[in-house]
């Protein structure tokens, strides 16, 4: 009797590897782990009153509850998308409602622009570490990733340009607090960076989820508000992703892409052949949060957040050793550390789990090419001041034993 098996799956997705992070957030539940694994809003400030009286009002309503629960157009409910629209050119970004589409969360939209321009073997560039999710989607289409390191202005100027000169499809980047290392470009290194996009006629994928997340100094306009200032003749490479994720809810699960329109009408194809379109009710919802709600949740989000990176930031600088360096983020929800080579954080993660009851992400996971698996990241955003000192007070501990069993091996 002949045995059947399914045919061989394509090589992008065979290529796929399980999201360590993913993987940690099943630890939070567990109350002895003290978790700086997920980069994920804390359910405590989610806006749950106003969230029920909204789905209440709809379900009172029959005739507001049959459009709410219906099929609707792809491009996006209209006025969310003319919030979105207001909210942007606030903020310096020539948009409107025809350049802007709504996606299930930023992750949608880019695997939307993923699939839109990367053929296989296509340069992509990202900077030097990068989110782990845009890793993840991009590569599903086969690219050939190139890597640029970055300082604490952004991506090195010298390695982008090499990178723009092999003439990649487009270079992804977090230009605030960016997941995992919580680097914020310069506004002098963005405006060098859009030179070099147009020199050599490379697209830029801003992904801004943690933008409204600034807890010191001034906001720096984005890339596509310094496109904008430039003028239309310069034509429209930025190409800008938002969320409301990360301020209102993560589970209404809107994302949305503002781009020239006609890279807009492609995607509206790409969304109908996936899923048609987002949740109707979900994104009526999310339009009365963001109209309601924002400007509040994001004055109510900072200072409790702020609380959290500085009680973080004083418990490393107080209890950690001093090989152990990390970066002073001016917003967002992550610190990056590095360790002395010779430490595996994968294997200091185990460690920590077991002896420490302290989870985080080793830093790894987040390099599109050569992994430096001394390095670390750690998301203050869940957990209250002294919880936060505590579990940094423990895992102090544990790197000060393998840094001190590590020196007794060398000798």
């Known amino acids: 009797?002949?045995?059947?098996?399914?045919?061989?799956?394509?090589?992008?997705?065979?290529?796929?590897?399980?999201?360590?992070?993913?993987?940690?957030?099943?630890?939070?539940?567990?109350?002895?782990?003290?978790?700086?694994?997920?980069?994920?809003?804390?359910?405590?400030?989610?806006?749950?009153?106003?969230?029920?009286?909204?789905?209440?009002?709809?379900?009172?309503?029959?005739?507001?509850?049959?459009?709410?629960?219906?099929?609707?157009?792809?491009?996006?409910?209209?006025?969310?998308?003319?919030?979105?629209?207001?909210?942007?050119?606030?903020?310096?970004?020539?948009?409107?409602?025809?350049?802007?589409?709504?996606?299930s969360g930023a992750q949608q939209a880019l695997d939307f622009l993923g699939r839109a321009f990367i053929e296989p073997g296509d340069g992509v560039v990202m900077t030097d570490p990068s989110y782990l999710g845009a890793i993840q989607v991009f590569g599903t289409y086969r690219p050939h990733f190139i890597a640029v390191p970055m300082d604490a202005e952004g991506a090195k100027l010298a390695e982008l340009e090499a990178a723009f000169a092999q003439k990649p499809k487009f270079?992804?980047?977090?230009?605030?607090?960016?997941?995992?290392?919580?680097?914020?470009?310069?506004?002098?290194?963005?405006a060098?960076?859009?030179?070099?996009?147009?020199?050599?006629?490379?697209?830029i994928i801003e992904d801004s989820p943690y933008e409204e997340l600034r807890y010191d100094g001034a906001r720096i306009p984005s890339f596509a508000a310094l496109e904008a200032r430039r003028g239309?003749?310069?034509?429209?490479?930025?190409?800008?992703?938002?969320?409301?994720?990360?301020?209102?809810?993560?589970?209404?699960?809107?994302?949305?892409?503002?781009?020239?329109?006609?890279?807009?009408?492609?995607?509206?194809?790409?969304?109908?052949?996936?899923?048609?379109?987002?949740?109707?009710?979900?994104?009526i919802i999310a339009n009365e949060l963001a109209r309601n709600s924002h400007a509040s949740q994001v004055a109510k989000l900072r200072p409790t957040y702020k609380a959290r990176r500085d009680a973080m930031l004083a418990a490393l600088k107080r209890s950690f050793p001093a090989e152990v360096t990390w970066n002073v983020p001016d917003g967002g929800m992550f610190i990056w550390l590095e360790f002395p080579e010779g430490v595996d954080c994968a294997e200091l993660l185990a460690q920590a789990i077991k002896d420490s009851n302290v989870a985080f992400v080793p830093g790894s996971a987040f390099y599109a090419t050569e992994q430096k698996r001394n390095t670390a990241r750690l998301s203050f955003s869940l957990g209250e001041p002294a919880r936060i000192e505590e579990g940094i007070e423990r895992l102090a501990v544990l790197v000060r034993n393998v840094l001190q069993a590590n020196a007794a091996a060398a000798e």
Request: proline content about 6%; aromatic content about 8%.
């Open 1 to 103: 009797m002949s045995h059947s098996s399914l045919p061989a799956l394509a090589q992008g997705v065979n290529d796929l590897r399980a999201s360590e992070i993913r993987e940690l957030l099943k630890l939070i539940n567990r109350p002895e782990i003290i978790s700086f694994a997920g980069g994920i809003p804390d359910p405590a400030m989610f806006p749950l009153e106003t969230i029920g009286k909204s789905y209440a009002a709809i379900l009172g309503d029959p005739a507001r509850a049959g459009d709410a629960f219906q099929y609707s157009i792809s491009e996006g409910f209209p006025p969310l998308r003319d919030w979105i629209a207001g909210y942007l050119k606030g903020h310096g970004i020539e948009t409107g409602a025809d350049r802007i589409i709504i996606t």
């Open 192 to 203: 060098a960076i859009l030179d070099l996009a147009y020199k050599y006629n490379v697209a």
């Open 171 to 190: 270079f992804y980047l977090t230009p605030d607090f960016c997941n995992p290392a919580g680097i914020t470009t310069s506004l002098a290194r963005r």
């Open 232 to 283: 239309a003749a310069n034509g429209n490479l930025v190409i800008y992703v938002g969320s409301l994720s990360k301020v209102l809810t993560p589970a209404l699960r809107i994302g949305w892409v503002s781009a020239d329109a006609g890279l807009i009408n492609k995607l509206v194809l790409l969304k109908q052949a996936s899923d048609l379109h987002c949740s109707t009710v979900n994104q």
